[in-house]
């Protein structure tokens, strides 16, 4: 969500930072509404003060028994308040706000220019791709012929885009959720939540699901909505809260189930588990001081990338341009993890600073120490990281020419132990 003030003190400037997106002007409406409903307040106020002065005038009229001029100044009332009726501020705020809403987050200066992926900055390369004496496979090849990922089940069961996992691959996958989230409670300082996967429109609205996103979605039939990651609800707990800056930072993760239509993803990765309806990830969320959302957004990130590093994957930092930054933030840096059977390097986090963007839309404040009113809190958001692409990258990455995969060494103490999965 956008201030008002700051588009009607450089109207270029916001402009110039929707460009960057490739989006067209937007500054000239949205201060052409907020003039409308500046106006209306005007008119409403103005007959206010109509009608409190005129209402002393009939009073003093009644009282000398001049009906003629009580009555001439009643009309007169009348008048001033149905002009008020008709001005409408609470509209014209309504139209400006449905505006800014619809428009995405402003980028941070270092954010580079470009129109999609292409134009992305690798930053950092984690160690390099295993050198296969054999042709590695994908994942899903490993998976079925062990006999432990079975589409053709999860398929009868809920269609397209879903997967059942069993046996081995079944613990290997609740192994990695485990294992992810209490290093991060344990090490790196979040706080686990447990929370609801069915969440309401404010919710939604609050981090930029609502309204743009909704096909992408999955609602239910009372209008609640099934959470796409639990960046939501985490992020929400400090909707509509003024916060003790001694609450801040507070660092929040869930491990949970994230729903997915996939809207527009027809025909990419039909295959596998890359692109799934449900799915597990275990989510980071930081909510800050300004001043602090930025060294905030380095430390989450190292948070997701140690997650690789202790699993002993070939990952790599991507700083996202212009056209690639997800509508609510203002600089992403995407962790991909490089996957042998694809020959490809795959996203399998991405850790956002929103800024005070989603804290408009939530109305969260903080109180600063020693000064004077509330200012809005910055918030960031992270995956730390997804766990079914944690167990592909894992498969394709150990997998061995017997088409068994090695456990990488920190997941054995979560899978009783075990060192390989093989075929029984």
Known sequence: MHDIRAVRADPA???????????TPAAAEALRLDDLRIEATRVVQAAQTTRNELSRQIGAAMKAGDSATAERLKGEVKAAMDAAAAATPELHEAARDALLASLPNRLDPEVPDGAD???NVVEHVHGAPRNFPFAPKQHFEIGEALGLMDFATAGKLAGARFTVLKGALARLERALGQWMITLHTEEHGYTEATVPYLVNDATMYGTG?????GEDLFRTTEGRWLIPTAEVPLTNFARGEILD???LPMRLTALTPCFRSEAGSAGRDTRGMLRQHQFHKVE???????????AEHERMTRC???VLTELG???RRVLLCAGDTGFGAAKTYDLEVWLPGQGAWREISSCSNCRDFQARRMEARFRPTGGKGTEFVHTLNGSGVAVGRALIAVLETFQDEDGSVTVPAVLRPWMGGMER???G
């Open 284 to 294: 980071l969320v930081s909510i800050t001081a300004p001043d602090a959302s930025v």
């Open 117 to 119: 992926e292409n134009a």
């Open 245 to 247: 800056p001694g609450a």
């Open 304 to 306: 997701a990338e140690r």
């Open 421 to 423: 999965i093989a075929r």
């Open 13 to 23: 400037g916001f402009d110039a930072a929707l460009a960057r997106r490739s989006m």
């Open 209 to 213: 699901q609502l309204p743009k996103f």
């Open 313 to 315: 994957l070939t990952w």
